[in-house]
């Protein structure tokens, strides 16, 4: 939408074929909803925060970046709101808000939008191209291959763009889901379905690869979900092309090792005549107490008065690390993103042309690009989308 709008504007005549019966389908989706439309940051921590290949963004982040996003949609009337964590949304709290304008840009600036239309092969023709629909064969001088990833499939973004682009001379970096759940070994995992923490830590490694994260997460019927999860599923997702990879589980992040066993020696001191699973509902939520129990193999029934040294090392080590194993992700039906696509070093990237077959650009989640969760994705696509769309 953002490179029609832009080549529109600039006097192009422009036809943007959609597969689906409307367009934007994965946009209104975004945010939950209401849209995290980009973010604060400067293109510098921007690159930064989406990892090395991101340098690639470096013009275009510079030629079109939050400010011009910012004013875009303020042009177009729809105020865009800064929150927490450095996030943008529109005012009104409604993604549809932001496909609106865009429809509206579209318009104004004389694209032609067939809905509809799924685009089923592209191939080269002297001065052009030729494009192949489920309804029609159209025409074009030059093309812009905007079709998105692989996530949420039921919005449209199937990866057609990916066959498209291996057409006319390109390669693909291999794609998998990313900012997705995932997928945990140990049954007890499953048996905490619904128990959802915040303020823990999970500590992610392989061999000599770490990462840790600390916030919310979820248990769910087969694994881990929640902000930490889909963060970790970027490094996660990489290291599991060699193996399943280790997980530790800190619950109580903020407390050393030595400030915590004073806790529990201070605990079971004053709570002596209690039992063992009852002590624990001073540390935990109650649902996680008999998977705990289970794990550290003490009686929940004992009193804690009994509990000997080593029992109480071992509820303190327990608490800084439960101690699992991710065998997988899940998969694009639930990924927020996909990572991988048109590989960066065959296209411009001050205008977004293919290096390989001229004429032909390419913009937003199609390309080998993504960032994590927080305006970042959706910058991409604008900022690469006005480049593709100014130069197309
Ligand atoms: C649930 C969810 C929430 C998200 N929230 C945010 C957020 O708040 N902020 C953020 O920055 N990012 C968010 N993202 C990521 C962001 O939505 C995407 O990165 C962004 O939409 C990519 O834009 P795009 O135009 O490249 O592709 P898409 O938005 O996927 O659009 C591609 C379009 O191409 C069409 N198409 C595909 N194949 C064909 C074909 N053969 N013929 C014709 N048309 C075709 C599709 O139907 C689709 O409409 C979210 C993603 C999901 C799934």
């Not at 992610?204 to 694994?223: C, I, P």
Request: hydrophobic residues 40%.
């Amino acid at each position: 939408m953002m490179a029609a709008i832009t080549a529109a504007k600039a006097g192009a005549k422009v036809r943007l074929l959609e597969k689906m019966p409307a367009l934007g389908r994965k946009l209104l989706l975004t945010g939950q909803g209401r849209c995290n439309v980009t973010n604060n940051l400067d293109p510098k921590q921007f690159i930064a925060d989406c990892g090395p290949g991101a340098r690639f963004l470096h013009g275009v982040l510079n030629r079109f970046s939050s400010q011009e996003t910012l004013d875009f949609f303020e042009k177009l009337g729809v105020r865009l709101v800064l929150e927490r964590g450095g996030r943008y949304f529109p005012e009104s709290q409604r993604s549809l808000d932001i496909l609106l304008a865009l429809q509206k840009a579209l318009k104004q600036a004389g694209a032609e939008v067939v809905a509809g239309a799924r685009v089923l092969n592209v191939t080269r023709q002297p001065g052009g191209f030729k494009i192949a629909t489920s309804e029609k064969t159209y025409t074009a001088d030059s093309l812009v291959i905007a079709t998105g990833g692989r996530s949420y499939p039921a919005t449209g973004s199937t990866g057609d763009g990916y066959g498209f682009a291996q057409e006319l001379g390109h390669s693909i970096v291999p794609t998998r889901p990313c900012d997705v759940p995932l997928v945990v070994r140990e049954d007890f995992v499953r048996q905490l379905q619904g128990l959802s923490l915040k303020n823990v830590e999970l500590k992610f490694s392989q061999g000599r690869n770490k990462a840790s994260f600390f916030g919310e997460m979820l248990f769910t019927h087969y694994g881990i979900s929640g902000p930490m999860a889909l963060d970790a599923s970027r490094p996660a997702g990489q290291w599991l092309k060699e193996g399943p990879v280790q997980c530790s589980l800190d619950l109580k992040p903020a407390l050393s090792n030595e400030v915590l066993d004073q806790r529990l020696l201070r605990d079971m001191d004053l709570q002596g005549r209690k039992t063992y699973k009852n002590l624990l509902k001073g540390l935990m939520p109650s649902s996680l107490i008999p998977v705990f129990c289970s794990l550290s193999r003490i009686s929940p029934d004992i009193l804690v008065n009994q509990l000997n040294k080593e029992q109480r090392g071992t509820v303190r080590k327990l608490l800084k690390g439960i101690d699992f194993t991710v065998i997988g992700l899940r998969g694009y039906d639930e990924a927020v993103v996909t990572v991988g696509g048109v590989e960066l070093s065959e296209v411009n990237p001050k205008t977004m042309e293919s290096k390989r077959t001229p004429g032909l650009y390419f913009c937003g989640e199609v390309l080998d690009l993504d960032g994590p969760c927080g305006g970042y994705n959706l910058q991409i696509a604008w900022s690469t989308g006005f480049a593709a769309g100014s130069s197309a």
